[in-house]
């Protein structure tokens, strides 16, 4: 069955620190892997995409890892800042037909001052 | 470009009643998703159109459910009637034409209550 795992379910740091959240997933036939920030009351938004042939991408202070290999991955937050504080979703499409996207359940960042 | 736009951002009705919530897609964007999400079951879609025809509604809970997109830049969901389960929020997505590897666009959504 087609899953999407991530931890830890919440997080809970300091402003300046760095953190990383991660996503385990099952889905087969890979296609790709993105990463999305929601904010209380808003809907998501794409931070970054990663195909097969991607291991890391950037967006500024975020930076997401894949290894196919082990069907891993990770985001990295750098010198967080209070804005950080959201949902973040660990999405896998697959290659069937209607490209379903399976979306993990989130890890909630909460940065504190 | 405005995003995606939904209507309303909040609507609380009675069980029972009939609640239609509204998307405008971005312009150019062919793919519209509608999807919900719970606190306990995350996002989930519901179901979605290319070219305005429904393509996968295998989402769609049941028969009180219903979705139309008369044309490319307007979709409606529909809930008749109503049920207190139903209590969630709803959005709305648009992609472009051939863009699978590049993010969907999502509104702010609708916050259904329903009591």
């Known amino acids: 069955k087609n899953q999407v795992e991530q931890s830890p379910q919440s997080l809970i740091i300091l402003e300046g620190k760095n953190c990383t959240l991660q996503?385990?997933?099952?889905?087969?036939?890979?296609?790709?892997l993105r990463w999305y920030k929601q904010d209380t009351g808003r809907g998501p938004v794409s931070l970054t995409i990663m195909t097969f042939s991607e291991n890391t991408k950037s967006n500024g202070r975020y930076t997401a890892t894949l290894d196919a290999d082990t069907k891993q991955s990770s985001l990295h937050i750098t010198a967080s800042q209070l804005s950080d504080s959201a949902s973040y979703i660990c999405?896998?499409?697959?290659?069937?037909?209607?490209?379903?996207?399976?979306w993990g359940a989130g890890t909630k960042l909460i940065i504190k001052p | 470009d405005a995003g995606v736009i939904q209507s309303p951002r909040h609507e609380v009705t009675e069980m029972g009643q009939e609640v239609t919530l509204r998307c405008k897609p971005i312009?150019?964007?062919?793919?519209l998703f509608w999807y919900r999400q719970t606190m306990m079951r995350g996002l989930e879609l519901l179901i979605y159109?290319?070219?305005?025809?429904?393509?996968?509604d295998s989402g769609m809970p049941e028969d009180r459910f219903s979705a139309k997109m008369p044309n490319a830049s307007f979709s409606t969901l529909k809930i008749q009637p109503s049920e207190p389960r139903d209590s969630a929020v709803y959005f709305c997505?648009?992609?472009?034409?051939?863009?699978?590897?590049?993010?969907?666009?999502f509104g702010s959504g609708t916050r259904l209550t329903v009591v």
């Open positions: 996503c385990n997933y099952t889905v087969s036939p890979f296609s790709n």
């Open positions: 312009s150019g964007h062919d793919y």
């Open positions: 997505a648009s992609r472009p034409p051939g863009q699978h590897n590049y993010g969907y666009t």
């Open positions: 999405v896998v499409s697959d290659t069937g037909s209607n490209y379903q996207l399976i």
């Open positions: 159109f290319n070219n305005n025809v429904p393509i996968d």
